[in-house]
């Protein structure tokens, strides 16, 4: 079982950064893949960012790449976004997800554990 717990988001102009951050529980955070999902209202959920147990593979989001940076500590059972360059399109609520095994997907439904979302608001 884990559980997953984002914090980090809120209100920023555009152009600007933010980082969020998910903590995990358990012991085996280590043997699960992360992913960033966003949803705006009236969209589904979508894939930005996701990263495999060891690091060793990262897939971006056409629309956040170059923006958006993914990386986790498995010493703290933390997985971080950076995101920086906001655009108000990038308003969203943003939830950390776990995937067990060492490989990522875009569909949500293959991932195990979600966390309750955070709040990022950009302004124009």
């Known amino acids: 079982q884990v559980q997953l717990v984002e914090s980090g988001g809120g209100l920023v102009q555009a152009g600007g950064s933010l980082r969020v951050s998910c903590a995990a529980s358990?012991?085996?955070?280590?043997?699960?893949?992360m992913g960033w999902f966003r949803q705006a209202p009236g969209k589904g959920r979508e894939l930005v960012a996701a990263i495999t147990w060891n690091g060793d593979r990262i897939y971006y989001a056409d629309s956040v790449k170059d923006r958006f940076t993914i990386s986790r500590d498995n010493a703290k059972n933390t997985v971080y976004l950076q995101l920086s360059s906001l655009k108000p399109e990038d308003t969203a609520v943003y939830y950390c997800a776990a995937k067990s095994g060492n490989s990522y997907y875009t569909i949500p439904r293959y991932y195990n554990y979600w966390g309750q979302g955070t709040q990022v608001t950009v302004s124009s």
């Open positions: 358990g012991r085996t955070f280590s043997s699960y893949a």
